[in-house]
């Protein structure tokens, strides 16, 4: 009786200062967030049994460390049905390893996502390439981002920048993928996430070809425990595949700013620029974001891990972690560090992220850094209470 008085209370009050029931949270479902570790078979397929999931609802992110240095370990990670999790990619040597997360809402949350086998960019189109899908039904814009895997059928490392693929919302009914380099085929997974209880920018940005960074302003300001930073980006035609060109780092910097960061520019050679689409997600319903930076990494087989002491301690059941990263300024082989560059996440206890590479073949792999920009959200699993521009009350 008191809880129900205290809560009777607190609707009365809020009636009388204007605040409200925010119905339309994104409330995480109890234990909402299944993750795991898999170890690709030489088929280059997994189907990962998950408890299952209203799709509709659901989004995925998979992470994955490479154990060579091509592009056949991209991997493409799909929700084909509510209890199953599907991950493809072309490398057979059955070493790489992907770090999964299946996160599903009660409420507040729609999920459109790719067909079976992703969206394909076919060989050969006139660079850049673009591709258009059509969303139905429409999405809000100021409340939707696109995640994206991707994967490739290549062992030629000098080629990476044409699995590199930057996602758009071109309009309310338009999604727009494109790569700048085209010369090889690649099936793209996307997902267009709408969450009613967000506020989101969204932009591009380039970071030229003289340039290790570039920025983009937020407006209005965002408040950044509460606001998570998504971004695709393509590289130049001109890449040849140096991962300290085209691997990207991605930061919320200050309440107004973006700064998007490669370890190594040329000014000599053309077409090498970095093209990125990006999303600010500000929620607004209790959820929480923790973020920094790690690395760099060093080198060797010892480097292989490196673990980020949380300064909050997270619900692992309700918490998903977003990185991007950036490599060695000057590599001593700048044509083959995609396994350097291509890390996982995941939150061994409720205040440890370890962030793990491939330690196979040791003599070979981790001859160069790696810095890690990472963002913990922890999502909201309750109804809340919001004022009327729609900063949260409750929790």
Do not use: H
């Amino acid at each position: 009786m008191k809880t129900l008085r205290t809560l009777q209370g607190l609707l009365i009050f809020a009636i009388a200062v204007g605040w409200s029931l925010s119905a339309g949270a994104a409330v995480l479902k109890a234990n909402g967030v299944q993750t795991g570790v898999v170890t690709m078979p030489v088929s280059g397929i997994t189907n990962i049994a998950i408890t299952s999931v209203n799709t509709a609802s659901t989004f995925v992110l998979c992470q994955n460390d490479a154990a060579i240095r091509v592009p056949t370990t991209r991997a493409l990670c799909e929700l084909t049905s509510p209890t199953n999790l599907k991950i493809t990619i072309y490398d057979t040597a059955g070493t790489e390893v992907v770090q999964w997360y299946v996160v599903e809402f009660l409420s507040g949350v729609t999920v459109q996502r790719s067909p079976v086998g992703g969206t394909a960019l076919a060989a050969g189109a006139p660079p850049p390439q673009t591709v258009n899908v059509a969303l139905a039904p429409a999405v809000n814009l100021t409340q939707t981002f696109v995640l994206i895997s991707e994967n490739m059928n290549s062992n030629n490392e000098y080629i990476d920048e044409q699995w590199t693929v930057r996602a758009q919302l071109t309009s309310t009914t338009n999604l727009q993928l494109t790569r700048n380099a085209t010369a090889t085929a690649i099936n793209v997974a996307w997902q267009v996430i709408q969450i009613a209880s967000a506020a989101v920018q969204s932009g591009t940005a380039t970071i030229a070809i003289n340039a290790l960074t570039a920025t983009a302003a937020l407006n209005p300001p965002v408040d950044l425990t509460r606001t998570f930073l998504v971004f695709t980006r393509s590289g130049g035609s001109g890449t040849l595949g140096v991962e300290s060109w085209y691997q990207t780092t991605g930061a919320i910097t200050n309440a107004t700013t973006l700064t998007f960061s490669r370890a190594y520019q040329n000014s000599g050679f053309a077409n090498t620029q970095v093209d990125i689409a990006w999303f600010a997600v500000r929620m607004t319903d209790g959820s929480t974001v923790q973020r920094g930076l790690q690395g760099p990494s060093g080198t060797g087989a010892a480097s292989a891990t490196m673990n980020v002491a949380l300064p909050s301690a997270v619900v692992t059941t309700r918490s998903v972690p977003f990185i991007s990263v950036m490599g060695d300024p000057v590599p001593a082989n700048p044509f083959s560090n995609l396994d350097d560059t291509s890390w996982r996440a995941a939150l061994t206890t409720t205040t440890n992220l370890r962030l793990t590479r491939s330690s196979v073949l040791p003599a070979t792999n981790n001859t160069s850094n790696a810095t890690v920009a990472w963002q913990v959200v922890q999502f909201n699993n309750q109804p809340n209470l919001v004022d009327g521009d729609g900063r949260e009350i409750f929790p």
